[in-house]
């Protein structure tokens, strides 16, 4: 970036301070410090591919394609390429960082460039199919094949962007007739900011849990950089919803704090000028939250990081530090609630993105209501923990409103599911936030999560991170049986599907399913993905028996 | 490039040194030092492009393509981008160097990266026509179309590859929905190791030939390097018969006598093992001859350029150090004559590369004799000028018996012409090295080359490499205003059709010729054709007047 840029948005950053009111006042500029003292040290590791591969249709596989092995990676470096033309590679394990190769002569001077083209796969589908169908609805650029000219042979290349990859499909585009060469010494330098070692399970443990366990923690840390990022092929970027499953996992695992408390910061000092926070940062080249970004239950969900990471820390300080920041997120509730106790949905969704799941059809009214109470419960536990309670005394009151509104209004009594007032539609995500914000019984929550396994036309989750909630209900309500089969028949069929990490988007029934409507755009290593990591460990009486 | 491959290539080199017997033994070693000491300073200019063009289809236009002005380049630097998609721009004029440009959102937080495809041209065609249909007879990495991921914004990309145009086409590939973006501050980086200002043309001389002046020396520069380049674009390297050329033109304007002297160490430092000259050095990333590359007469030529520096210069320190080579090349032309004083054409054929011309059908027999004469006789010049001529007794004698022989078997006394033994075919070729190597009389010389003029089924020039030739053939037989008017329709041409330097490969008949069977592959800045620098200022009483 150039000085003159950083200069311009200085000055409209100092402008926009100037003549608006900033509700945070200097807290902001102190905050954003703060994120930047507990930025972590990347660490590095240096990884070499394993073996060479053949990716093949296969109907059985997952998306169509498995990767088969062809021979170990000693057989590329001493073969000549020239004719060769195409050869994908093996790491045997997911990695998040800079990838080099180098190229020299088998014997006679090179005496012309090389064109290479390299497309990088988290699965094997991604290196087998054409992006070339991709109708922008994110940047095309997220999807990662590189186009490479080397100029001079021999020569190392290290490509200047980021990429997360298992596979990587090397095809060489151009090259002279004079002389062939070998590509040799492949290498990625690694990186992650997870650094501890997390606790082994227990040799007892299910094995299937074992493996579920294992890769939820390689998913995680391949999100952990100097962000919790959604997902190290895209978006590469913090999102309140994935730092809360995050923080979760970390909690249990890794015990990283300080990435917890950084990203707490940086979204508190980026919040809107009005107090409210912005769901999505972006680190690079300086911070910055996506304008216009305002994703309602995210904003409400960092409230109750907070008050997990105090939980998890005892640190008074800088919960104490942020407290304004969660205070002010509950304006987001008390202006959209209506008289009679019911969230005002229309409004909301005028002013804010109500997502909750990656889902087209879903009906968000009852999740809407079930979210909101549970943030505002979370919150009262906040503020009793920091003794801040009279600062926000009309929670409880509000609450029971909320509550009593949500079982007048939303509860079928008769087939004991809730439902919205503006459409009938019979969801997991209603179910589950009903329960999550104990707006039902335990009796009263294990009736609606049975009645949904036997209810046609459900809208079921449509990623693990509604699923991760799934499992919470379903806990919540004692079904503890229930949860230890939900999670291993979902995040075990990713394992059994050959997942390294865990996936953004998974419906056991449709390996093709896609936010984006292209699956290779898909993120297969999503940070929301990795809580199987917070559910095992914190449950050991379910998941480790 | 990694230490460990440098250390292989040494350890080659020393191996290659202590079993094989080395004709120059401990001089490479000293000549390859000199060459290093004696690589140029680059100057490098930042050069901003000028304007927006489009490249339109014009069948009255160069290669049916035309650029045609737009706006000025500001316009561009404050337009939103994204649905905008694509634009070319133009530098005004020929470049060498590295491209950069910035991106900036235009108001929103940029959230997801950029993909660029960019296609430079030296001429409007090669940004508008597809190198999909290019079948490789060289590397298609030649072609300079480049894809760039730029994972942040704002950010300044700098491309990696260095390169040869004045247009550029900008397509954007990818892009995010949730903000615009600018492109602004393209800039290139350009280089050359011309720092000398060439004499002006008085303001008198015709100002087609300034045109023509001017033109060339522009070639000459873009092709001076850290060595005589064939073409910035393509092949980037030193290959002699461009360095005999550029050498000639650098005498009569640059004068940057250090570059032809770094060059004629760096191909003796890298001639084959028996003393034989390679007749091709690429630079990086060390310097090394391309294997097996013997081009018969760019070895001879190698004798005439020493001649012409020591004339150039008086330099007798470098001529005498490189005479073992100039003597030694002496052999190629020993070993390879018949007892009638003919070459043997076909003996040298399957030895070396007899090239000419970029030309399939042309018949090199007369041409191998005619030039084999030339370097004779010029070798022999350089031995007087070094007073070596006892070291090289042999020459007078050889070089009379060669000429007797091409007048007993070459010429044709009823038509005046010069055909072969083996084919009759007329060229071009052939009666202009007959006349550069005086075989032909003054009036003999005028006759055939008349005669061509008149002739069905000639084989013409190719390149302005053999138009060189034919230049110098006309003056050597005092045809002064054909010459004048050969070079005014020849290079003028070149120009009257876009040419903002020459090219490797003209017909005026054929804008689609080329060497490679695929005209964008072509370089339009040719070392080759810089010579109207030479013949101007050399000859200005014809080309002045």
Request: aromatic share 14%; proline share 5%.
């Amino acid at each position: 970036m150039t000085k003159s840029i950083l200069f311009s948005l200085t000055l409209v950053f100092i402008t926009i301070a100037c003549f608006a009111q900033d509700y945070y006042g200097n807290n902001r500029k102190q905050w954003l410090q703060k994120a930047e003292q507990y930025k972590p040290k990347l660490i590095i590791t240096e990884k070499k591919p394993l073996k060479v591969v053949d990716i093949v249709p296969d109907t059985q596989s997952f998306q169509k394609y498995k990767a088969v092995d062809v021979s170990p990676i000693d057989s590329l470096y001493s073969m000549p390429f020239r004719l060769k033309k195409e050869i994908t590679i093996d790491f045997g394990e997911h990695l998040t960082g800079y990838f080099s190769f180098s190229v020299r002569s088998t014997g006679l001077a090179a005496d012309g460039p090389l064109r290479f083209k390299l497309t990088f796969g988290e699965v094997p589908s991604e290196v087998a199919v054409s992006f070339d169908s991709y109708k922008e609805g994110l940047s095309r650029a997220w999807l990662q094949d590189e186009v490479v000219s080397v100029m001079y042979v021999p020569q190392t290349v290290t490509l200047p962007r980021r990429l997360a990859f298992r596979y990587i499909k090397i095809e060489l585009l151009g090259s002279s007739p004079y002389y062939d060469f070998n590509i040799h010494d492949m290498k990625c330098m690694a990186q992650t900011s997870a650094k501890n070692i997390p606790e082994e399970l227990p040799q007892a443990v299910d094995p299937m849990i074992r493996k579920i366990d294992r890769v939820g923690l390689n998913t995680l840390k391949e999100c952990m950089q100097t962000v919790y990022e959604d997902g190290p092929k895209r978006d590469q970027r913090l999102w309140i919803g994935d730092l809360y499953l995050e923080a979760l996992g970390n909690n249990y695992s890794y015990k990283q704090y300080d990435l917890t408390k950084r990203c707490l910061y940086l979204l508190a000092g980026l919040s809107d000028l009005n107090g409210y926070l912005l769901a999505t940062v972006i680190e690079n080249p300086v911070p910055r939250a996506q304008d216009k970004q305002f994703l309602y239950e995210y904003a409400l969900l960092y409230n109750v990081t907070l008050k997990d990471y105090l939980e998890a820390t005892g640190d008074m300080e800088t919960v104490k530090d942020l407290w304004p920041v969660a205070k002010k997120q509950l304006d987001i509730v008390r202006t959209n609630v209506k008289a009679n106790g019911l969230m005002d949905f229309e409004k909301v969704k005028k002013d804010w993105w109500v997502f909750f799941d990656w889902k087209e059809d879903l009906y968000k009214e009852v999740p809407l209501q079930g979210v909101s109470i549970f943030a505002l419960k979370e919150s009262y536990k906040l503020a009793q923990l920091l003794g801040k309670e009279k600062e926000v005394a009309d929670l409880p009151a509000l609450t029971n409103k909320m509550i009593k509104a949500a079982r007048k209004n939303l509860y079928n009594r008769k087939t004991g599911l809730f439902v919205g007032t503006g459409d009938k539609q019979i969801s997991y995500a209603s179910q589950i936030w009903m329960i999550l914000s104990g707006v039902t019984s335990k009796a009263e929550g294990k009736k609606a999560l049975s009645a949904l396994t036997t209810t046609q036309d459900v809208c079921y989750p449509g990623t693990p991170y509604m699923y991760h909630y799934y499992i919470q209900s379903l806990i919540d309500c004692g079904m503890n049986l229930e949860a230890k089969e939900a999670l291993v028949n979902y995040w075990g069929g990713m394992i059994a599907k050959g997942a390294d990490t865990f996936w953004e988007a998974y419906d056991p029934t449709n390996d093709f399913i896609s936010p984006y409507d292209f699956y290779p755009i898909n993120s297969y290593c999503h940070a929301w993905s990795c809580t199987p990591v917070y559910f095992i460990r914190k449950y050991p009486e379910i998941f480790q028996k």
